[in-house]
């Protein structure tokens, strides 16, 4: 397995066009997540899965952005009518539930840029 | 709600020498992991060393040791014989119950040879 794979690297997009981010996690991670980062900051957490479930959602994910997990493998993030203050970095992790085996850690992929202009 | 919190945003090093970067968090959580993960430039985030909070000894990878103060809310991260390839930002983040990771603003670290 070569890690947690993000597609596309970079994305630039005008303002109020539709992108989709793809991540692909580690084959035997049960848990997918997204995070959003802005330049010299932490990043922020958007959503999580557990298989194909959405369990938790951040007030950051306005209606205008959607997550899915349809099989429990791969995930997208569609944002509609994008805007300036979406561009940012969008970083995908998986995990393997600490009921699982797993210890709480988080590997990353290398993240998506999007620049909406 | 978790925060976390990492009062220097920038550091310089002399390589080899020590420096220690800080982190205090808050959770409401009984049982917890606390990361230090490490941002290379244009590159992934991978993760430099991991507490467990019911572990009273402190952690250590190799160069890299944390000092944990559970009471204090505490968890700081020493780097031994810094190298040039230890700059990068550093970020410090606690977990909750759901494995949901909550991140600090980050410290720019900058070793200089």
């Known amino acids: 397995d070569t890690g947690v794979s993000q597609d596309p690297r970079h994305k630039i997009t005008k303002r109020g066009q539709n992108v989709t981010f793809r991540c692909d996690p580690i084959s035997e991670h049960n848990r997918l997540y997204w995070y959003r980062q802005t330049l010299g900051q932490g990043p922020e957490f958007l959503t999580y899965?557990?298989?194909?479930?959405?369990?938790?959602k951040s007030r950051l994910l306005s209606d205008r952005f959607s997550a899915e997990r349809p099989k429990g493998s791969f995930s997208t993030l569609e944002i509609q009518r994008t805007e300036q203050g979406d561009s940012a970095m969008y970083l995908c992790?998986?995990?393997?539930?600490?009921?699982?085996?797993?210890?709480?850690?988080?590997?990353f992929g290398e993240g998506s840029r999007l620049t909406v202009l | 709600a978790q925060t976390v919190t990492q009062s220097q945003p920038e550091m310089s090093v002399q390589e080899a020498e020590t420096v220690t970067l800080s982190c205090t968090y808050d959770?409401?959580?009984?049982?917890?992991?606390l990361f230090w993960y490490k941002q290379p430039p244009s590159r992934q985030m991978i993760l430099v060393i991991r507490q467990e909070a019911y572990k009273q000894q402190n952690a250590t990878e190799n160069r890299f040791s944390v000092n944990f103060q559970k009471a204090a809310k505490s968890f700081s991260l020493k780097i031994s014989d810094s190298q040039l390839g230890d700059t990068a930002m550093y970020f410090c983040a606690c977990n909750n119950a759901g494995n949901m990771l909550t991140f600090g603003g980050g410290t720019r670290l900058m070793v200089k040879p």
């Open positions: 992790a998986s995990s393997l539930a600490q009921l699982a085996g797993g210890t709480g850690e988080l590997f």
């Open positions: 959770t409401s959580e009984n049982n917890y992991y």
């Open positions: 899965f557990q298989n194909e479930a959405q369990l938790e």
